[in-house]
């Protein structure tokens, strides 16, 4: 059963001289139980992609097109309150840097009970049990409920957020980078933490990072971003193990502790002007193996042979021999 829909996503936002091209024509779904994972450099539009379907874009930003179903719900065409509703019930949202926008002056365990009173009829003392409970499920000690955000370190606070989102029990988890900022060992345990409260809830997981490392350890699928469009997507074994796209090769190459190949190597170059439609490949100025083709229009998410597996690349035929050269470009 399909969960989340999200079909042709377009997003723009106005500055004061220029539409920004944030979101372009991005497609993907996500079925019950699968963990998703949403990849890319900063600016690629994966935050972008969350607020769109959460109706949680700032003022000056726009859907210009694109469908979203939530469990068979058309979410655009509910009212913001009851698309707010759905949120609560049904999607627990993690927003990046969660945990630097607690509130500083209320007790973390207050800043969870007032989320369920929006939400659920039940007693000051029930909402009390359920803020243990909810800590105890996070991993912090519930006689901590009365202490403040700056009690707590960074993945304390972290958790306190992670408590707060699964209040009411979701069918799906957005946690949009969770473990940034984190020490590793900490974003270990976080993550941990969230696949396990994600199993134990039955959830789905929609998992949006710039570390396609932890996508790597923790996602069944996913789709790799990149100047607001879907560059690379399908099963993690597919896009991750074999990459079709020469921006998912780079990518891996500056993560190397997926192969456990060498030092890491970034990607030179930076990422594109958002500021016009894309009318060339919008990894072309970046790519080693950009043809004339590529200067002349963003190819289309190509279907591969393979079950599960998509490429927007002009070369996506010649993919196994550019893999061969990502890594040895020497040659
Ligand atoms: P990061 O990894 O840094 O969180 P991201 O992939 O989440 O990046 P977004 O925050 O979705 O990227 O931003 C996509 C593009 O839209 C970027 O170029 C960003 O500068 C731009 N952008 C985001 N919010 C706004 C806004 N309110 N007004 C104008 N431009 C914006
Ligand atoms: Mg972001």
């Given at each position: 059963m399909t969960?989340?829909n999200?079909?042709d996503?377009k997003?723009?936002?106005?500055?004061?001289?220029?539409?920004?091209h944030a979101?372009n024509?991005?497609?993907?779904?996500?079925?019950?139980?699968?963990?998703?994972?949403?990849?890319g450099?900063?600016?690629?539009?994966k935050?972008?992609?969350a607020e769109a379907?959460l109706g949680?874009?700032?003022?000056n930003?726009t859907?210009?097109r694109?469908?979203?179903e939530?469990?068979g719900?058309d979410?655009?065409?509910?009212s913001?309150?009851e698309?707010?509703d759905?949120?609560?019930?049904?999607?627990?949202?993690?927003?990046?840097s969660a945990m630097?926008?607690?509130?500083p002056?209320?007790?973390?365990?207050?800043?969870?009970?007032?989320?369920i009173?929006?939400?659920?009829?039940?007693?000051?003392?029930k909402?009390?049990?359920r803020?243990?409970?909810l800590?105890?499920?996070?991993g912090?000690d519930?006689?901590?409920i009365d202490?403040?955000p700056?009690?707590?370190s960074?993945?304390?606070?972290?958790?306190?957020?992670i408590?707060?989102?699964?209040?009411l029990?979701?069918?799906?988890?957005?946690?949009?980078?969770?473990?940034?900022g984190?020490d590793?060992i900490?974003q270990?345990k976080?993550?941990d933490?969230?696949?396990?409260?994600?199993?134990?809830?039955?959830?789905s997981?929609l998992l949006?990072?710039?570390?396609?490392?932890v996508?790597?350890?923790t996602c069944?699928e996913l789709?790799?971003?990149?100047?607001?469009?879907?560059m690379?997507q399908g099963?993690?074994d597919?896009v991750?193990?074999?990459?079709?796209?020469?921006?998912t090769?780079g990518l891996?190459?500056?993560f190397?502790?997926i192969?456990?190949?060498d030092?890491?190597?970034?990607?030179?170059?930076?990422?594109?002007?958002l500021?016009?439609?894309?009318?060339?490949?919008?990894?072309?100025?970046?790519?080693p193996?950009a043809?004339d083709?590529?200067?002349?229009?963003?190819?289309?998410?190509?279907d591969?042979?393979n079950?599960?597996h998509?490429s927007?690349?002009?070369r996506?035929?010649?993919?196994?021999?550019l893999?061969?050269?990502?890594?040895?470009?020497?040659?």
């Open positions: 969960l989340l999200v079909e996503l997003v723009t936002y106005a500055t004061d001289d220029e539409t920004i979101v024509d991005v497609s993907f779904s996500i079925d019950e139980g699968v963990n998703y994972g949403l990849a450099e900063s600016g690629s539009g935050s972008t992609v379907l949680l874009l700032p003022g930003g859907v210009e694109g469908t979203i939530f469990n719900t979410l655009m065409s509910l913001d309150a698309r707010r759905i949120l609560w019930e049904d999607i627990a949202y993690i927003p990046q630097d926008s607690l509130d002056v209320m007790s973390t365990g207050d800043q969870i009970a007032q989320a009173h929006t939400h659920r009829n039940v007693t000051d003392a909402a009390r049990d803020v243990k409970e800590f105890e499920i996070v912090l519930p006689d901590r202490e403040y700056h009690e707590f960074g993945g304390m606070r972290q958790r306190v957020t408590a707060m989102a699964l209040a029990e979701p069918d799906l988890i957005i946690a949009d980078e969770p473990t940034t984190l590793v900490v270990d976080i993550i933490k969230i696949l396990e409260i994600q199993e134990r809830m039955d959830s997981l949006i990072t710039h570390e396609i490392g996508i790597a350890e069944d789709s790799i971003l990149y100047g607001g469009k879907v690379e099963s993690v597919n991750l193990v074999n990459p079709t796209n020469p921006y090769m891996k190459n500056s190397p502790e192969d456990e190949s030092d890491p190597v970034a990607i030179p170059g930076s990422p594109p002007n500021s016009r439609e894309p009318t060339a490949c919008v990894f072309e100025d970046r790519c193996f043809t083709e590529c200067g002349e229009s963003h190819p289309e998410l190509f591969l042979p079950r599960n998509r927007a690349c002009h996506v035929k010649e993919a196994a021999q893999r061969r050269d990502a890594h040895d470009p020497e040659t």
